[in-house]
């Protein structure tokens, strides 16, 4: 009985610490540019909390304009993307690629939204932002 209860905790015990071991990759950045890139992460949440507001309030054409502006194509200059790229393994690369192309639908999505309505469109494109989001963060780390 006492053995079976210690084999049983034991058991518990290494599938607990399997669920929680960090399988992502880490990515080795220079300390500069890991402190750019987690200062655009954090401009990443607070422009999602932005365009969700936006939405929320019906600005559609404003909620456009911060998806381009912070995390469209058009956002991949300031946020020094061209120097960061290399640094990130291809399937990395590709899922921020993937990241701002999303936005810069979501854009369009938004737009058409304010002359025809259409917000769950707008949604639509909006958790396909977050989906490369959510996808980067389960597959890699800096830290
Ligand atoms: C191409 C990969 C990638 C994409 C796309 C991506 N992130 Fe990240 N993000 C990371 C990595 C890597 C970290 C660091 C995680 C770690 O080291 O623990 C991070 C960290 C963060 C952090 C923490 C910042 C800090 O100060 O520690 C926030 C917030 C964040 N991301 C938000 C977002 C949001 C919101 C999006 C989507 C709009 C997004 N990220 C898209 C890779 C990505």
Request: charged share 20%.
């Amino acid at each position: 009985m006492l053995r079976k209860l210690i084999i049983g905790l034991l058991v518990l015990g290494f599938s607990i610490s399997a669920a929680a071991k960090d399988e992502r990759e880490q990515v080795q950045l220079p300390e500069l540019m890991r402190e750019h890139m987690l200062s655009n992460m954090r401009d990443h949440l607070l422009a999602l909390e932005i365009i969700t507001r936006n939405l929320a309030a019906g600005e559609y054409d404003t909620a456009a304009e911060t998806a381009e502006s912070r995390l469209g194509m058009t956002s991949m200059t300031s946020h020094g993307a061209a120097h960061m790229a290399p640094f990130m393994p291809e399937p990395m690369r590709t899922l921020g690629t993937a990241m701002h192309r999303a936005a810069s639908r979501f854009a369009i999505k938004a737009k058409d939204a304010a002359v025809e309505g259409g917000l769950a469109e707008a949604f639509g494109a909006l958790s396909e932002v977050m989906q490369q989001c959510v996808a980067c963060h389960s597959g890699y780390r800096v830290h």
